[in-house]
């Protein structure tokens, strides 16, 4: 943390532009800790004071102060071509430095650490078989709370990181809930909830929702609907509008559910889910009014709608 600090001190005064403290930050900041994260899983805490640094040094040139950062740290740690500054993220680049021990102990690699956890932690175990209780050493038990699901004989720290970097997100303009908002299309949360043990009840939910859009021809998968979407996006047509609240609802009481799975350990039917979402989209509708055309009338009908809700006949 000194190191870092001295040299944040010493380059601070000279008249460094934006892209010349980038590179510094890339080159040399964010190395300095490389010998002993290669080691340990270090603390949080310590990984966010030395980020702390970082951000104050690219965008204040000192400490950082607020409303001073363009941008959000998970973007900045974005790949160049995704947009971002290629500064890596410090605790996710730990974790691919500490996978390197994990593989070695998969592996049986030649080395004398190697050969003394295998005699003396696992006792001919694997490392999923030894349970995390009991007095063990901060970097042991941290390992152990990795987990390596396939072994690759292409295995390094560059294909680790890629797996575990911050990745860009993909964004759609949509007219949601009244105002003109920037719709997140989360991929990592639809795709998680879909492929965990590829439970026909998840998949069930948009096969389901889309039937109400009024346009049947929509793809399934998450990557071809937001293709099919994009045309759509600046549209003002009813249809239009029915089909993307149809997938912001659902896409967002999915990654609910998800989440209420994933870390409250609540679950509810797939059939709970979808009547949430229809009453959400319901409620949306019927705040809207309608031209009377052959589109809205079959709105009104597959979402039973009143009548009331179109309007006179366009000229």
Same mark, same amino acid.
């Given at each position: 943390?000194?190191?870092v600090k ?5 380059w601070?005064?000279?008249s ?5 403290r980038?590179q510094?930050?890339?080159?040399? @900041?964010?190395?300095?800790h490389?010998y002993?994260a290669s080691?340990f899983i270090?603390?949080s805490?310590l990984?966010l004071?030395?980020e702390?640094?970082?951000?104050g *040094?690219?965008?204040?040139q000192c400490e950082m102060?607020?409303g001073k950062?363009?941008?959000?740290w ?9 947009g971002g ?5 410090l605790?996710?680049?730990n ?6 021990h994990?593989?070695s102990l ?6 004398l650490?190697v050969?003394w956890?295998?005699a003396?932690k @696992? ?5 999923w078989?030894i349970?995390?209780?009991g007095k063990m050493?901060?970097g ?6 990795r987990?390596i699901?396939n072994v ?9 990181? !890629?797996?575990?970097?911050p ?5 759609i ?9 920037? *719709?997140l299309?989360?991929h990592s949360p639809?795709?998680g909830?879909?492929?965990q043990?590829?439970?026909s009840?998840y998949t069930?939910?948009?096969?389901q929702?889309?039937s109400?859009?009024?346009i049947?021809?929509?793809? *399934?998968?998450?990557s071809?609907?937001? !293709?099919f979407?994009?045309?759509?996006a600046k549209?003002r047509?009813?249809?239009?509008g029915v089909?993307?609240?149809?997938f912001a ?10 989440n209420n799975r994933l870390?409250? +350990?609540t679950?509810?039917a797939? !059939?709970?889910v979808i ?6 989209v319901?409620? +949306?509708l019927?705040?809207c009014?309608?031209?009377k055309t052959?589109?809205v009338?079959?709105i ?6 009143p009548t009331?809700?179109?309007?006179s006949?366009p000229h």
């Amino acid at each position: 943390m000194e190191k870092v600090k001295r040299r944040i001190n010493d380059w601070k005064i000279k008249s460094l532009s934006l892209a010349g403290r980038a590179q510094l930050i890339r080159s040399l @900041l964010s190395s300095t800790h490389i010998y002993w994260a290669s080691v340990f899983i270090l603390p949080s805490s310590l990984m966010l004071e030395l980020e702390q640094l970082m951000r104050g *040094f690219l965008w204040c040139q000192c400490e950082m102060r607020k409303g001073k950062a363009k941008v959000g740290w998970e973007d900045v740690c974005l790949l160049t071509k995704e947009g971002g500054l290629g500064i890596r993220q410090l605790e996710r680049f730990n974790k691919a430095l500490i996978s390197t021990h994990i593989w070695s102990l998969l592996l049986n690699k030649e080395s004398l650490w190697v050969k003394w956890i295998h005699a003396y932690k @696992l006792n001919g175990r694997t490392l999923w078989e030894i349970p995390l209780r009991g007095k063990m050493s901060w970097g042991w038990r941290k390992i152990l709370q990795r987990n390596i699901s396939n072994v690759d004989s292409d295995f390094s720290i560059a294909n680790a990181w !890629d797996c575990i970097r911050p990745r860009v997100m993909r964004w759609i303009g949509f007219m949601l809930f009244g105002s003109r908002t920037r *719709f997140l299309v989360m991929h990592s949360p639809l795709a998680g909830y879909e492929t965990q043990a590829q439970d026909s009840r998840y998949t069930e939910v948009w096969n389901q929702m889309k039937s109400f859009t009024g346009i049947p021809n929509i793809p *399934f998968d998450l990557s071809s609907i937001v !293709d099919f979407l994009i045309p759509l996006a600046k549209m003002r047509s009813v249809r239009s509008g029915v089909v993307k609240l149809v997938f912001a609802a659902t896409s967002y009481f999915i990654w609910q559910e998800r989440n209420n799975r994933l870390f409250m +350990k609540t679950t509810r039917a797939r !059939d709970q889910v979808i009547s949430i979402i229809k009453s959400t989209v319901r409620l +949306k509708l019927l705040t809207c009014k309608f031209k009377k055309t052959k589109n809205v009338q079959m709105i009104i009908h597959l979402w039973k709608l009143p009548t009331s809700l179109s309007g006179s006949s366009p000229h």
